[in-house]
């Protein structure tokens, strides 16, 4: 089991890596953007799609480093005064009755989403536009499917946590 959390963990940094770096790459992507458009008054439709598949790609592809680290958007309101046992038990249920769900339903229907722009290389409808508009479709199977295997890891660790913490802990 513990080699499995391992594999999941290191895909999970992997990705995260990468999506640091698409972050620095949208933030240079904005900055030429906002200044050709401002100071020229020059604007291509291209840059604005690069500028939103990008901020797509950090979302879908670094959600899984975000809960791996627990980064993630929670109401700690409770959660935080519970003991380590407790937050186990809160994280076991969620992922496995709301999180793994949700993946795999948004990564099948995704990936027929994928599916059908690829079939079609699918590209922008608008002029001047991307013109591989199915990259982007065929990375929300894929960041879901990860996301999922996250949350396998993190069931888990959950599990070792609750067999083996102390409930005062």
């Given at each position: ?65 975000a809960l791996k680290e627990d980064r993630h958007v929670r109401v700690d309101v409770f959660y935080q005064k519970f003991t ?86």
């Open positions: 089991m513990q080699s499995v959390v391992d594999f999941i963990e290191r895909l999970s940094d992997w990705l995260g890596r990468l999506v640091s770096w698409l972050s620095l790459f949208l933030v240079l992507i904005i900055i030429v953007d906002v200044t050709l458009r401002y100071v020229f008054n020059i604007a291509y439709v291209a840059t604005f799609e690069l500028e939103w598949h990008l901020f797509a790609l950090v979302f879908l592809l670094g959600s899984a480093w380590t046992r407790q937050k186990a038990w809160v994280n076991l249920i969620g992922c496995s009755f709301l999180l793994l769900p949700m993946c795999y339903v948004i990564t099948r229907e995704g990936a027929q989403f994928a599916y059908n722009s690829f079939g079609v290389l699918e590209s922008s409808p608008d002029p001047g536009g991307l013109p591989a508009r199915y990259l982007i479709k065929g990375a929300l199977p894929l960041g879901f499917f990860v996301l999922g295997l996250q949350g396998i890891a993190e069931i888990f660790k959950s599990i070792k946590t609750v067999l083996i913490a102390k409930s005062d802990g």
